[in-house]
């Protein structure tokens, strides 16, 4: 009689601990070097600690290979869903597939990889691209513009480059815009960038109205190679609202940072996993097949913010960069927030 | 530098040019050198025999400041000296030519000679003409026809390579010179070139140490022989006292011949 | 005249360099055909000669690093280490951008003593030290500003990479060209008289003349091209571009010590027979000591001339730099087992990459094509090289 109240005892006991058991939330970035991703992992951890998850990561430091074994590395160390920034969409799919037969939900983070099972949380990279063109030809509507891509092998190059195009198709068509000069950017490197904006300068004579730059590293290089010719102030635009970029829209030199909370990417990804690791949907989650392989994937779209002069308040706000930082060298007079 | 403090017209030859006392040399558990003495004396030649690993290169390179001495001393006619690099044993007149003959093959005959010891101008600067002037001479004496000094001595003959490396040591007015396997590399005309070098400088005064393989050449041109196995030496005797039998005994087996007298002065 | 191939040959000319000239210049003239004459607009030479500054001032003390037999893997990442630095200073911590160059002097010193020390004293091979100073110090990068970009503003400290407000202007060209062909002429001059003193016989005046009047000639095409350029917007064309300038003086220096100089005669009797140099008293440690610190100030001047340039220092600055700067080295002429290499073949390397890269950018080749065309380059560069040497005897 009292064997068998212990052994209830015990399973009550151990049921109670299994449902107690924190949720490992595993997440792999793919390299550090641009600015944003510490601002992801703030969110991130900020959002899995509310929740009561532990949070492991591991750093590819840019190299594919090392992106597999990390993975690896995550579920050996417990990672019940994980969080995959990854670095290619192709070379990706071995680790995520042992994830899928492990029964580990996996999440796409920001770069799309196609495989069937995964969520894909971005915020909507053609949105992004489309953001970025239209700030510029509503400064220029007419003229030669330089388009400078990032690397050829990141899937949100072409992303960005569909939805610019989408937003110059029309203007094209007319005879208002016509495209000059076009380069990948190999690793997104800035120096590459401004030697790419030199050639294409050379080569047309100077004869660049705008500049559609991808991001806001390589907005930097093309800014300098600009102002090596005395050309600055053309629009130029950028992403991810790094603090150098912001600078450069209150000085003018920049039309355009379009600007993804990455905390709030952050966060939504870590709602997803806590989601996911109890077994359930999750919230506001819709069908979404638009990759190359078309594969369906349950998909999150969040909305980026292009920033410019009239809206730097937007930034200041949030606390993403400091009136210091984003108004140095800047004429109070010029720029409403800097005064 | 040129040391025209050694006076070489004029010596004396019974005052010990070198002498290497009770030396020891370790490395690791191994003792390369156990306990060796010997003497040198101006204008004599002094040949040094063993057969590989016997401790004979060890000892030269310690003299010519290449190894540390673990203990012991050494003596230049007369007084204790010090020596801690190839620096030191070349201010004190002591020059080498290495069985590799040390030479960097990537620089000219002219570079080689001079090499560690250039000759700098009032700025501090490599005075290129100078040595190129002073070095043809040198090279002319030893061998009239060498006249490719600028080109890489990697694609110089093993006569001429020789001349570089012997050219240091007359350059530089040796007083004891260190000769490792000097004509193992040589055919029969530049022996007989090292040879007559050989006579010249024993005229001159300087004290040569021979290490040698070559039993024609130790009883050629020795006036003594030591001979040296497993670090320790065996025996120094008057060349013409001993018979090659005997000397091979005495390297192989280690065995001092019965009935000889050893000798710590040159041969008179 | 008496044109006589033996005489040449004895003069102690460099075919190789001579070769690498011809084909830099034949390089240029098929990408111009291409390009419908831009590239050799003074415009897109304005560009080249920025673009190589950085890589050709790294090269020629990588030369002397690879003749020692060493390598250095980590210049990229070190140079990226202090750029940011001195970019951070200057912009976050609002140093002077003097003070800033002083500290980024100070950082790189230690990170060559400290590579040095474990190459030279404890023998740990240069190989491995700097392989992993290329990982550490990428991540140092990153760690100095926390990864955010460092712009930097300062106009004088900006005209250092060039650009805009970059170039000496057209009269300090027209006297640094004037100098220069006094230089070489006076050199020339020189060594002819002191021969004669010394009793060692002369080039023929024909051949000494020929070797003089070829390097003034490129010296005041190059400074003739350069004042051509001409921003539309300015009042004055540009003339020599500073990263050039900055560039030449680094490369005259290091000449200077390798030519006339024990440390850089050392060096080459170090790469050529490391026991021997041992042997006759070369105080190997101190040279190589020497050396990486002759490396850290090159590093310095290069970061600063990459973050002007930029106009930011970025942590991604110096990426895989060192790649490009061995494959410079190579190109030129140095010779991977050491002991052989030209600081004007490290310059010609540099411009034979850098020219290639740019007019394949100026004919819109992708990216792909153009990282395997230059890989091939440097492959075939060595190739050559190699030939060259069982040519002359010289094979190692």
């Keep these: ?339 | 530098m040129n040391n025209n403090s050694h006076n070489k017209t004029a010596f004396d030859p019974n005052r010990c040019l070198v002498e290497l006392r009770n030396i020891r040399k370790a490395f690791g558990g191994v003792h390369a050198v156990d306990d060796v003495s010997l003497n040198l004396y101006p204008g004599e030649v002094v040949a040094v025999l063993g057969h590989n690993g016997a401790g004979k290169s060890t000892l030269m390179k310690m003299l010519a400041g290449a190894y540390p001495i673990d203990s012991g001393e050494v003596l230049l006619s007369g007084e204790k000296v010090q020596i801690r690099s190839p620096s030191d044993a070349q201010n004190l007149g002591i020059e080498s030519i290495y069985q590799t003959l040390a030479l960097a093959d990537n620089l000219d005959a002219v570079a080689n000679l001079f090499l560690g010891r250039e000759l700098l101008t009032r700025w501090r600067t490599l005075d290129d003409h100078r040595m190129d002037a002073d070095a043809r001479k040198v090279f002319q004496r030893l061998n009239k026809n060498f006249t490719n000094i600028r080109i890489p001595v990697r694609r110089l003959s093993g006569g001429q390579r020789q001349v570089v490396a012997i050219s240091r040591a007359i350059y530089f007015n040796a007083r004891i010179l260190i000769m490792d396997e000097p004509t193992a590399a040589l055919g029969p005309e530049e022996t007989a070139m090292v040879g007559n070098l050989i006579q010249q400088l024993k005229a001159e005064g300087v004290g040569i140490f021979l290490i040698s393989h070559d039993m024609h050449d130790v009883f050629a041109l020795s006036d003594r022989l030591a001979v040296m196995k497993n670090g320790k030496r065996i025996g120094t005797y008057r060349t013409q006292d001993v018979t090659e039998d005997e000397v091979l005994g005495m390297i192989i087996a280690g065995k001092a011949p019965a009935g000889k007298a050893q000798t710590e002065r040159p041969a008179r | 005249m008496n044109f006589d191939w033996q005489t040449l040959k004895r003069a102690q000319i460099d075919w190789r360099m001579v070769l690498m000239s011809a084909v830099l210049i034949v390089i240029a003239l098929v990408f111009n055909i291409l390009s419908e004459g831009i590239f050799l607009s003074p415009e897109n030479l304005y560009n080249i000669a920025q673009q190589t500054a950085v890589v050709g001032i790294l090269a020629t003390v990588m030369v002397l690093i690879i003749v020692a037999r060493h390598i250095d893997l980590s210049v990229g990442s070190v140079m990226g280490f202090v750029g940011v630095l001195i970019a951070f200073l200057i912009y976050t911590a609002n140093w002077s951008w003097q003070a800033a160059c002083l500290m980024g002097l100070a950082a790189a010193i230690a990170v060559s003593m400290y590579q040095g020390a474990l190459t030279a004293f404890v023998g740990v091979p240069s190989f491995v030290v700097t392989l992993g100073g290329l990982m550490s110090f990428r991540g140092a990068a990153y760690l100095v500003a926390d990864g955010k970009t460092q712009p930097l503003a300062d106009p004088f400290f900006l005209k250092l990479g060039g650009g805009y407000n970059g170039g000496i202007g057209t009269t300090a060209s027209w006297i640094l060209a004037v100098l220069l062909c006094c230089g070489l002429l006076l050199s020339m001059l020189n060594k002819r008289r002191a021969k004669k003193t010394y009793g060692v016989p002369s080039n023929p005046a024909w051949v000494d003349l020929l070797l003089v009047l070829i390097p003034m000639a490129i010296v005041l095409a190059f400074v003739a091209t350069m004042n051509a350029y001409h921003i539309p917007n300015k009042d004055a064309p540009q003339g020599v571009p500073i990263p050039v300038l900055i560039w030449g003086v680094v490369a005259l220096v290091i000449s200077f010590l390798v030519h006339r100089t024990r440390f850089g005669r050392y060096i080459f009797a170090i790469g050529g027979n490391p026991d021997a140099a041992a042997l006759v008293g070369i105080p190997v440690r101190r040279v190589t000591m020497l050396l990486f610190l002759l490396l850290s100030v090159l590093i310095t001047v290069a970061a600063i001339v990459a973050i002007s340039r930029l106009n930011a220092g970025t942590n991604s600055l110096g990426n895989n730099l060192e790649l490009l700067v061995i494959a410079a080295t190579v190109i030129g002429g140095t010779a991977l087992a050491g002991g052989s290499g030209t600081i004007i073949g490290s310059v010609l390397g540099a411009l034979i990459m850098q020219c290639i890269d740019s007019g394949m950018l100026l004919l819109d080749v992708s990216i792909g094509t153009r990282y395997i065309i230059i890989g091939q380059v440097l492959i075939a560069a060595v190739v050559f090289d190699v030939a060259y040497r069982k040519w002359t005897g010289d094979a190692l």
């Design chain 1, 1 to 339: 009689m009292k064997f068998k109240r212990h052994l209830s005892a015990l399973a009550i006991a151990m049921a109670a601990g299994s449902s107690f058991a924190q949720l490992v939330v595993g997440v792999s970035y793919d390299a550090f070097q641009e600015e944003r991703w510490k601002t992801d992992e703030a969110a991130i951890k900020a959002e899995l600690a509310k929740a009561g998850a532990k949070y492991i990561m591991s750093d590819a430091g840019a190299s594919t290979e090392k992106q597999l074994s990390d993975i690896d590395g995550l579920i050996a160390k417990g990672a019940k869903v994980l969080i995959i920034l990854g670095r290619d969409k192709d070379a990706i799919l071995p680790a995520v597939n042992k994830a899928a037969q492990q029964k580990i939900p996996v999440i796409a983070y920001d770069r799309l990889f196609e495989a069937p099972g995964v969520t894909y949380i971005t915020f909507d990279n053609k949105e992004v691209g489309r953001m970025t063109a239209r700030a510029i030809l509503a400064v220029k509507p007419k003229g030669n513009y330089a388009i400078i891509k990032g690397d050829p092998g990141d899937a949100n190059a072409n992303f960005l480059r569909e939805g610019q195009g989408e937003v110059l198709a029309d203007a094209i068509k007319k005879g208002d815009v016509k495209i000059v000069g076009e380069e990948f950017t190999a690793g997104w490197n800035p120096q590459n960038a401004q030697k790419n904006m030199e050639q294409i300068l050379t080569k047309t004579g100077n004869k660049v109205d705008a500049v559609v730059a991808q991001n806001d590293g390589m907005a930097g290089g093309v800014v300098a190679a600009l102002t090596a010719k005395g050309l600055q102030g053309i629009p130029v635009s950028g992403q991810d609202g790094d603090l150098a970029a912001l600078n450069r829209v209150a000085l003018g030199t920049q039309t355009v940072s379009v600007w993804k909370n990455s905390a709030d990417l952050g966060t939504a990804a870590a709602k997803a996993a806590v989601e996911l690791g109890a077994g359930k949907p999750v919230t506001g989650a819709a069908d979404w097949a638009g990759g190359e392989k078309k594969v369906a994937l349950k998909s999150i779209f969040l909305k980026p913010i292009p920033v410019t002069r009239d809206n730097l308040d937007v930034v200041l706000k949030s606390g993403h960069i400091s009136k210091e930082a984003l108004c140095k060298g800047v004429d109070a007079s010029k720029v409403a927030v800097c005064k």
